[in-house]
């Protein structure tokens, strides 16, 4: 139902995002969705980048008078660094460029460079590093607020904390209330629901960032107020549990994603994992009182928070770079540095965020349908009478 997908390089003019699929009559506040874009910036341990970028997206298309028309929207968003780029990345081949450009030729272990490479017949791995770089995840943080926008119409927030920095874990779970604090908290470093762990997690930055080494760790993104009977047992590939997980691990440096206490529940017995069913009549609602399996059984939505983490592994570029063969001699060199971040958790977390909501605004607009606001609203609030009725 809703399709996206983005264009541009890391250093290039701008980034691009389209997202079709969207019902017109959709409010858009730019404000939140530079607030987005602005929380993606943040967070203990970014390179120099964040300080020359000031993220914002403007909209080419779909969007009139403050509301979406049902038409394709497309957004831009500015790359500042362009102007130290623009001889290196010339779109024209122009003569005078020709030796302006910045060759990569020592593929940095970890990412796209080698394997990019090879597959494109590159001796410089520029051009997929430019690419794969996790820049573009400001792409989909600016689609995934509009996925967000859509949720909001239907009560559907989503947020996301850190859990875990390198070997710093927050031991214990986080209240909906407690994460939203600590996301309305821009000052916060790590936006670490629990001051002492967020410190020693602080502290964890600090002892890499010393060592020219750099840190993972693990996001969880929650989303709070979905209905139930989104996403379908009945196929593989409807099955939302599968589809949060592969929107998940699509974002830079996550190499694993768990639904609820999934990790957890596979070294447990059965006893301690089950979420029990209640009835809460004042609600006219089954209800739970724990959340083990993250608002997803069978591949469908049960009305608890969906919870979906991210684990990320340590950033790959390294002040101490690792060995390499150079993709031209085949001789062995140090892998190249490029400016870079030693952690970034907090990011990876909206863009978890992001991917999270266009797979649940794709999921709702599934159910519920419509060409326009007021029709998908009409479908729900037909729901929402047939559950209170159930
Ligand atoms: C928000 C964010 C920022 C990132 N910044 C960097 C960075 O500065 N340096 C780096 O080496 N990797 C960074 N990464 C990770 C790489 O983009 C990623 O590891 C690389 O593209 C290879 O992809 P893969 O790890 O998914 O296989 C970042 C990831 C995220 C989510």
């Given at each position: ?75 831009r968003i500015e ?115 629990d001051p002492e ?171 519920f349908g419509g ?20």
């Amino acid at each position: 139902m809703l399709k996206f997908v983005t264009a541009g390089e890391s250093h290039g003019q701008a980034l691009v995002a389209w997202i079709s699929g969207l019902p017109a009559g959709v409010p858009v506040d730019f404000g939140f969705i530079n607030g987005e874009l602005h929380r993606r910036q943040l967070g203990y341990g970014r390179g120099g980048r964040q300080k020359i970028e000031k993220d914002h997206a403007e909209a080419l298309g779909g969007v009139r008078h403050g509301h979406t028309i049902g038409a394709p929207v497309a957004l831009r968003i500015e790359n500042r660094d362009w102007s130290n780029w623009e001889h290196a990345l010339a779109v024209e081949d122009r003569p005078e460029d020709r030796d302006q450009r910045r060759p990569l030729t020592a593929p940095r272990p970890g990412h796209a460079d080698l394997a990019g490479a090879l597959k494109f017949g590159f001796h410089d791995a520029r051009y997929i590093l430019e690419r794969a770089s996790a820049r573009e995840t400001a792409a989909r943080v600016a689609a995934g607020a509009f996925a967000k926008l859509l949720l909001r119409e239907f009560g559907c927030d989503i947020l996301s904390h850190v859990i875990a920095v390198g070997h710093i874990r927050l031991e214990r779970a986080a209240t909906w209330a407690e994460i939203q604090a600590v996301c309305a908290n821009l000052d916060s470093p790590l936006r670490c629901v629990d001051p002492e762990t967020e410190l020693r997690m602080k502290q964890e930055v600090d002892h890499v960032l010393r060592a020219g080494d750099s840190v993972g760790g693990i996001f969880e993104v929650v989303a709070h107020g979905v209905p139930p009977g989104l996403g379908s047992h009945a196929q593989w590939d409807t099955k939302l549990d599968g589809r949060l997980a592969r929107a998940v691990m699509s974002i830079q440096a996550v190499k694993a994603a768990e639904i609820g206490a999934g990790v957890a529940a596979a070294m447990s017995y059965g006893s301690e994992v089950g979420d029990e069913i209640q009835y809460d009549a004042a609600k006219r609602r089954f209800v739970r009182p724990t959340n083990r399996a993250g608002g997803l059984e069978g591949g469908i939505t049960n009305g608890e928070d969906v919870v979906v983490r991210g684990y990320l592994k340590p950033i790959s570029t390294l002040r101490r770079p690792l060995g390499t063969a150079d993709l031209v001699s085949k001789q062995p060199i140090q892998a190249a540095y490029e400016r870079s971040d030693v952690c970034v958790v907090p990011a990876g977390g909206v863009a978890g965020e992001a991917m999270t909501a266009l797979i649940l605004a794709d999921a709702l607009l599934e159910k519920f349908g419509g060409d326009s606001l007021a029709e998908t609203r009409r479908n729900f609030d037909g729901y929402s009478r047939q559950l209170d009725e159930f």
